[in-house]
């Protein structure tokens, strides 16, 4: 049959009409060979645009649809649902992005306008030589893997076990509980960190349909959308977690310390040790870096104390394998070195504090039992929160972290409330956007609290004016009334900024998706598919993504689990048909495209001696087509002579 | 290792003992230093913030004059030195601006076209030669001396310098590794203010007291600088900023060459230790 082509020109409002003709490309496209109809439309994607699609496809008869508009990743699926709904096959609907790849980069007028004409005419040309095809349909694996144990990944993988799926949560520290575990109280609700979190532990901890991974890492994953397979690897903890009952002797007595990593170095933990007394699961790890037993053969005596005879120094590392259908990433993040702006002292003057510093200095499971102290045991009078620390700075990073002026103040109510302590905010601009938000930093200026407006430039202990002495003086620059100040303190608070985990890059890597230009993972669409991403079924929430306070977080958790509830409720998944096919008459037998295949997607039939492709495992990359010598691979949807005339078509 | 060697103004007469020094330690060192010839006045940073334009070509006459040699050009003077880096990297990235400055320089038939590498003299010894090299030169370890190893302001900055703008320790190091031992000295990038002392003595006094007063807090026997404006704000206005703020102190102030070549046995004389207005004390008497 021979094609009969409709081209639709969006304007995308003035996206793409500001730039591009789109008259001109529309009038253009309709000299085009077989093109049968050609219009344009504000707004191609809205309801009226779609009908008048569907219906130049039943009055023209039309068998191939080109959209000239945006992205495909943004409207692709839209028109070729329009296809369908017009009786068409949609792999018979080709999309020109006149928008991305034209009106947005390009400023001249004129040259915008050629340039639509030519991706329009290429997208002409592969359109008359488009096949129908056939979407394949999987069935979905009711199972959800969620990565990372903080507040994101609790409320995601709580929110699909009641629904009744099953899910395994991976977290890679020997406690669940994640950064919010280390606070002390809640912005602006001033909620007890704790006495909303813990519970919350405990019921992932009970849950009957959580697996929990602790101390564990996924190392592997495999398959697809719906039927994914995950390799984790679940580290030794030398103590055998069906006798273990946290009781703590072993702590007690093992004669090892190490700084706490949950108390920012700030306290100590022992060699064997649970990270927080509310922990989940409720067992102690030994930590091989630094257990004597295991490093030197020496001591053994938690072995000799415990009383329910579970340390096992025998326990090997092991790797499960598990299937999921969705995965849920909410890897978190972590705080910025200050060290890095060595201006601020961090690490060399003694009394500099960060901000997680700070919430264990103010939490009563903390080193000094809620205690604010400098670090020679007494109270300070006089406390400075500097504000943007490696946040909103060129330098470092350019966005803003988003908690920061909200913790510093929560932190001034607390330095108040417990210490009665003068307290000075070097703030560049007051960021209170939440509910509840601006209410708060109301209350904080009733308080009393001395809001300095300008980023400090300098913490140093040189004394020049009397009263500096033995103090540490914030030099800045008070924009507010135009001087610059030396304002002396007892103690400092760096708000550093939140910044993407060292290992978001492996773990983007491990789950085929991609890191933005500052380290987090991106998501499918910033606005409308928040918490999704470009790989179908892997799915992003809380601070991975970006920096975000608790509502927030907890928000994109839920989020993250309706979207993988709503995918495993469907129960069949489509696959695009875009894989490979190797003719069996064509092919040689030369096994070529085996080896190069990096999904091991080909296989080897001896009977016939030719190489075939499997479709569920292929994700038609392309390389065994461009590799096979006869030419007997074809890429589905990506054929020669598809790209082949698609060029033509461009350089037309 | 061969240099262009850019002396400046202050090299040649108020800070004549900084040229001497710095031409014997580098000597000693293997360093050649071959003077740049018919160089001009940088400018100084003054001119800098009065009229650019005119700086600049001041800055790029010799540059396009060191351009034709093959080698890196060094550099004593902080403010010559960021004069200078300034004027290159402005020329590098603006090219109308190249396009006027070398106008102005084909009035004397000359041309930069931007492949002149500037160095610090301080960043040629840790850099280039490099502390071990310095080490195994040293005679007579400086064993004991507490030494403020002062910056000042201009040596680091603009960013893309060859340390930390923040928080340098290239001095440090190579007070260590003479012996000596570099004192706690968090003013070590304030400015001397210098240029101010014309026009704001009081401010400028102020600002020099706390560069003393921090030295003294924290034992310093000397103070070692890397140009010869702080040296000379340091030195020689050391006796009124004492009269002004009432100080009970004296602490003599040395070229940071200076000190290297008492540690490499160099005659003092040769050095010209005992130029310096502040008379030199017991610590520092002890190498001479």
New interface residues.
């Given amino acids: 049959m021979e094609p009969r082509i409709g081209v639709f020109v969006c304007h995308c409002g003035t996206n793409i009409a500001g730039k591009v003709n789109v008259e001109e490309v529309a009038n253009f496209a309709s000299t085009l060979p077989y093109v049968t109809v050609a219009k344009e439309y504000k707004f191609m994607c809205s309801d009226p645009g779609q009908s008048l699609i569907l219906e130049d496809i039943k009055q023209h008869k039309l068998n191939r649809v080109v959209v000239a508009a945006c992205s495909p990743t943004m409207h692709e699926p839209t028109f070729r649902g329009v296809c369908q709904e017009g009786g068409l096959n949609q792999y018979l609907f080709q999309m020109a992005n006149i928008r991305e790849h034209c009106s947005w980069v390009t400023e001249d007028e004129e040259s915008a306008t050629k340039k639509a004409k030519s991706i329009v005419a290429g997208a002409v040309y592969k359109a008359t030589y488009l096949e129908p095809l056939e979407v394949k349909k999987v069935k979905i694996n009711p199972n959800t893997l969620v990565v990372g144990g903080g507040i994101t990944g609790i409320q995601a993988a709580l929110e699909i076990a009641d629904s009744g799926h099953k899910v395994y949560l991976v977290e890679k520290e020997p406690s669940i509980g994640g950064h919010m575990a280390q606070f002390d109280k809640t912005f602006p609700t001033l909620d007890c960190a704790a006495c909303i979190l813990t519970p919350k532990m405990v019921q992932v901890g009970q849950h009957k349909n959580i697996k929990l991974f602790t101390y564990s890492e996924v190392l592997e994953v495999s398959g697809y959308v719906g039927n994914f397979k995950v390799k984790i690897l679940k580290k030794a903890r030398y103590v055998d977690p069906d006798k273990c009952n946290g009781c703590g002797e072993c702590a007690l007595k093992c004669p090892i310390k190490v700084p706490s990593e949950f108390d920012e170095e700030l306290g100590m933990r022992r060699a064997i040790y649970k990270p927080f007394a509310q922990g989940v699961p409720n067992l102690f790890t030994i930590d091989k870096e630094h257990c004597t037993k295991i490093l030197k053969d020496k001591c053994g005596l938690c072995e000799k104390i415990c009383p329910r005879e579970a340390i096992d120094y025998e326990q090997k590392d092991e790797i499960i394998e598990v299937s999921v259908g969705a995965i849920i990433l909410s890897t978190g993040f972590q705080i910025f070195d200050a060290r890095q702006m060595p201006q601020y002292g961090y690490g060399r003057l003694d009394n500099v504090f960060t901000s997680l510093e700070f919430e264990r200095l103010c939490s009563a499971n903390g080193p000094t039992g809620g205690k604010i102290v400098l670090k020679d045991g007494t109270e300070p009078k006089s406390v400075g929160i500097l504000h943007c620390i490696g946040s909103r700075d060129d330098r470092f990073h350019p966005y803003c972290s988003r908690v920061c002026c909200m913790y510093a103040l929560k932190y001034s109510h607390l330095i108040k409330e417990k210490t009665g302590a003068e307290v000075y905010q070097f703030y560049v601009d007051m960021r209170c956007f939440g509910k509840g938000y601006e209410e708060f930093y109301n209350r904080l200026l009733e308080e009393g609290v001395h809001f300095v407006r300008g980023k400090a430039a300098e913490v140093t202990d040189f004394a020049v004016y009397k009263g500096e002495e033995g103090k540490l003086i914030v030099r800045c620059e008070d924009t507010a009334i135009g001087a610059i100040r030396r304002i002396p303190v007892d103690m400092v608070i760096l708000a550093n900024a939140l910044e993407a985990r060292d290992d978001a890059k492996d773990i983007a890597r491990i789950f085929s998706i991609n890191t933005g230009a500052d380290g987090f993972f991106i998501e499918k669409h910033p606005k409308l598919a928040p918490v999704s991403t470009t790989t179908d079924g892997v799915f992003i929430a809380g601070c991975c993504q970006g920096c975000k306070d608790i509502p927030d977080a907890v928000a994109q958790g839920a989020a993250s689990a309706s979207e993988a509830l709503s995918l495993i409720d469907r129960g069949v998944v489509e696959i695009e048909p875009y894989t490979s096919v190797i003719d069996a008459d064509l092919c040689s037998g030369c096994k070529t495209c085996i080896e190069l295949c990096p999904y091991s997607a080909i296989e080897f039939d001896e009977e016939k001696n030719v190489s075939v492709v499997n479709d569920a495992l292929c994700k038609g990359c392309g390389t065994c087509v461009a590799a096979c010598p006869s030419g007997a691979a074809t890429a589905r949807h990506f054929t020669d002579k598809q790209i082949f005339s698609e060029i033509e078509g461009v350089l037309a | 290792m061969k240099y262009t060697y850019y002396p400046g103004c202050s090299l040649e007469v108020s800070s004549k003992s900084y040229s001497d020094s710095a031409l014997a330690v580098s000597e000693l060192l293997g360093v050649e230093l071959i003077e740049l010839e018919d160089w001009n006045c940088c400018g100084a940073t003054v001119y800098l913030s009065y009229e650019e334009l005119i700086s600049f070509s001041l800055c790029a006459r010799n540059l396009a004059l060191a351009e034709k040699y093959d080698r890196d050009m060094v550099v004593p003077c902080s403010a010559c030195y960021t004069s200078l880096k300034k004027t290159a990297s402005y020329i590098q990235e603006n090219a109308e601006l190249r396009n006027k400055i070398n106008q102005a320089l084909q009035a004397a038939g000359l041309e930069y076209k931007g492949k002149v590498n500037i160095k610090h003299l301080l960043e040629v010894y840790v850099n280039d030669i490099g502390l071990d090299a310095i080490k195994s030169k040293v005679k007579r370890e400086l064993k004991g001396l507490k030494v403020a190893p002062y910056y000042g302001c201009q040596i680091v900055r603009p960013l893309h310098g060859f340390d930390?703008p923040?928080?340098p320790t290239s001095l440090d190091r190579l007070v260590e590794a003479l012996g000596a031992t570099p004192v706690y000295f968090?003013?070590k990038t304030s400015c001397c203010g210098s240029s101010l002392v014309a026009t704001n003595e009081e401010l400028a006094f102020r600002m020099q007291k706390?560069l003393l007063?921090?030295a003294a807090?924290n034992d310093a026997e000397v103070i070692i600088t890397v140009c010869p404006l702080c040296h000379m704000a340091l030195d020689a206005y050391q006796k009124g900023v004492g009269k002004m703020y009432g100080f009970k102190f004296k602490i003599p102030v040395l070229h940071f060459t200076q000190l290297m070549g008492l540690a490499f046995e160099i005659p003092s004389k040769k050095l010209g230790v005992k130029t310096g207005l502040v008379p030199l004390n017991k610590a520092l008497s002890a190498y001479i």
């Fill in positions: 930390d923040e928080n968090p003013n706390d007063l921090c807090r």
